[in-house]
């Protein structure tokens, strides 16, 4: 597989996004991507904003139009990011079957008991610090227990204290490096593949998701699995900061990252 590929970008099936998949590929060969990683909402969090919202046979339509259109020219994977998978995996697997998708995307939204650490609301309300160390708790239990193939936006409630007006520029592992180093095993044990999302460098807190310094002890640690997604959702950031990613990562001592094609991983040069 040619380089590079964004493994985290979401089209217009999902109700926080706007660009029809067709359009991104077009947009993906204009940047001589290797392949596009969709993925579309499945959240079951009557809090979400996409709560519901699923609807698969539009998605396959949708990603069935998108592979017409790349033609051979870039490789189009079909995903789903499914929100808090350790609570609700039970129930999206009565609804679609994941050997239908090329992977399956974990996603943190939503912190058990305390609520959306997307927002500022819950950061306002409550201690900063307690809410974030149960992020990394509730982190451990997906990883443990969830069938995902991607553990996305490790570090996303940065933007949640970002919008708060709160400090976001500390470095967890120096708090909690038991409960990290935790989550890093368990995803090398389960060949789950870490996430380098970048969308963060586009918004306040101009950092990566995870933060390097989670990154390095990643590769400490022999992680190998690693894909980069921009989380893209509408213009004017669609693919946004894949270069910069890519750059991190070859820093960090990794040399390939990873798409997958049947929930089976697949290498690609970033070099």
Not at 103 to 123: K, N, P, W
Request: net charge negative.
């Amino acid at each position: 597989m040619n380089p590079l590929s964004d493994m985290h970008v979401h089209t217009s099936d999902s109700p926080d996004a706007d660009i029809p998949a067709r359009s991104l590929v077009r947009k993906g060969k204009e940047n001589n991507l290797g392949g596009i990683g969709f993925v579309a909402h499945l959240d079951l969090n009557p809090e979400d904003f996409c709560y519901a919202s699923f609807n698969a046979a539009a998605y396959d339509e949708s990603i069935n139009r998108a592979g017409s259109e790349a033609g051979g020219r870039l490789s189009v994977m079909k995903g789903l990011e499914v929100g808090e998978p350790h609570v609700y995996e039970k129930q999206v697997k009565n609804l679609v079957d994941y050997s239908n998708y090329d992977f399956i995307t974990g996603a943190l939204h939503s912190v058990e008991g305390i609520g959306m650490v997307l927002g500022r609301e819950v950061f306002v309300d409550g201690d900063p610090m307690e809410i974030v160390e149960e992020y990394y708790a509730e982190t451990l239990r997906i990883v443990e227990v969830s069938d995902i193939d991607i553990l996305a936006h490790m570090g996303l409630f940065r933007r949640g204290l970002a919008l708060a007006g709160l400090r976001y520029d500390f470095n967890e592992m120096q708090l909690w490096p038991e409960t990290i180093d935790s989550i890093l095993k368990v995803l090398i044990e389960r060949k789950i593949a870490l996430e380098l999302n970048t969308s963060g460098l586009r918004r306040i807190e101009k950092v990566t998701y995870p933060i390097p310094a989670i990154l390095e002890r990643f590769r400490e640690l022999g992680g190998t699995l690693v894909t980069v997604g921009s989380d893209t959702h509408r213009e004017p950031h669609v693919f946004f900061g894949l270069k910069q990613g890519s750059a991190l990562l070859l820093k960090t001592g990794f040399r390939e990252a990873y798409a997958f094609v049947d929930r089976e991983p697949q290498a690609f040069g970033l070099a």
